[in-house]
């Protein structure tokens, strides 16, 4: 499995942006692709989750403003990001979980996002 992420840039707050994730590869194996942020100096973090049967998840700091969806069943992964306020700021990567005894994790490379005040 292969992960492409885009979709990055700079934003005003208030503003909004669309992460894409694109998986190629053996995506059959794929249970379910989340979306995590890493901003200077801190921790990475999981932002929103879907499975390959479409449940979602989103962290807290995000609910209401940020919402994860996929196309082609899990192929694409989206993250619409609205309401971006500054302290969303981080470099956003996409991670896909497979496998079946035996998970693995796989990481795309990051895209940055900077929201200005």
């Known amino acids: 499995v292969q992960l492409q992420a885009s979709g990055g840039g700079v934003v005003q707050a208030g503003g909004f942006l669309r992460l894409s994730c694109a998986a190629s590869?053996?995506?059959?194996?794929?249970?379910?692709i989340g979306w995590y942020r890493q901003a200077p100096g801190k921790q990475r973090e999981l932002v929103a989750t879907?499975?390959?049967?479409?449940?979602?998840k989103h962290a807290d700091s995000v609910k209401g403003r940020f919402t994860i969806s996929s196309r082609d069943g899990k192929n694409t992964v989206y993250l619409q990001m609205n309401s971006l306020k500054p302290e969303d700021t981080a470099v956003y990567y996409c991670?896909?979980?497979?496998?079946?005894?035996?998970?693995?994790?796989?990481w795309g490379q990051g895209t940055l996002v900077t929201v200005s005040s």
């Open positions: 991670n896909a979980e497979a496998g079946g005894l035996n998970l693995y994790h796989i």
């Open positions: 590869g053996s995506t059959f194996a794929i249970n379910a």
């Open positions: 879907i499975t390959s049967g479409g449940t979602t």
